[in-house]
């Protein structure tokens, strides 16, 4: 099925692990973005890349770190993590144009204890 | 400030009733308003979207954008149960793409 596909759904960590949060899409969009959501916050931008090659820091990028591999493919790192950190991580693409909104993943949940 | 507002409800209401769903935003550039729905443990999905000021209407829905006053809505006429969600709002588009989403309003439609 065409989307955007995450892995894991779910993860727990203790403080200071890390660990890689897989993206990929196969809608070849040239844009893909790492959101955070939290209860009262909303969904909150974390990095996103315009296209394959380029990375740019979105609201909350501390503490993080991507790689666009491929057009498909978008990945977030967290080097250690920390309790702050323990949210609902989504992935979402978007092709060119605004208009389009973006087309989202259905989520890495992710604890850190 | 933040870039969008949004009451976060929860709002309940009787099937069949109009519901009206509300958001303001800060920044005047913005040219695009999507308003996305998200289930309960799943990623938002695309609702609707408007360029600029004025109305679109998608069956039961429609979307209202007054630019002059920064203020978006989506109504829902007929509520069914099925459109209890989380709906989001998010103006934006004016910087590559970008989106900047409100908090979202949890949605409760009693059978």
């Known amino acids: 099925n065409a989307g955007v596909t995450q892995t894991p759904k779910f993860q727990v960590l203790k403080t200071g692990q890390s660990m890689t949060l897989q993206c990929a899409q196969d809608?070849?969009?040239?844009?893909m973005y790492w959101y955070r959501q939290d209860p009262g916050m909303g969904l909150r931008l974390i990095y996103y890349s315009a296209s394959e090659g380029t990375t740019d820091k979105g609201e909350v990028p501390n503490g993080y770190n991507v790689s666009r591999l491929n057009k498909r493919e978008f990945s977030l790192r967290l080097e250690s993590a920390a309790p702050s950190q323990t949210s609902v991580y989504f992935c979402?693409?978007?092709?060119?144009?605004?208009?389009?909104?973006?087309?989202f993943g259905s989520g890495t949940r992710l604890t850190v204890v | 400030q933040k870039e969008v507002e949004q009451d976060p409800g929860p709002l309940s209401v009787p099937e069949g009733a109009i519901v009206s769903l509300n958001c303001t935003y800060s920044?005047?550039?913005?040219?695009?308003f999507m308003w996305y729905r998200q289930y309960s443990r799943k990623g938002p999905e695309l609702l609707m979207y408007?360029?600029?000021?004025g109305n679109k209407e998608d069956g039961r829905f429609t979307a209202q954008v007054d630019k002059s006053s920064k203020y978006i809505s989506l109504f829902i006429r007929d509520s069914q149960p099925s459109d209890s969600a989380t709906y989001l709002c998010?103006?934006?588009?004016?910087?590559?793409?970008?989106?900047?989403f409100g908090s979202g309003t949890k949605l409760n439609v009693k059978p």
């Open positions: 998010a103006p934006g588009g004016n910087n590559f793409n970008k989106f900047y």
């Open positions: 979402a693409s978007n092709p060119d144009g605004a208009n389009y909104g973006y087309t």
């Open positions: 920044n005047s550039a913005f040219q695009y």
């Open positions: 408007t360029y600029s000021s």
């Open positions: 809608m070849n969009h040239n844009s």
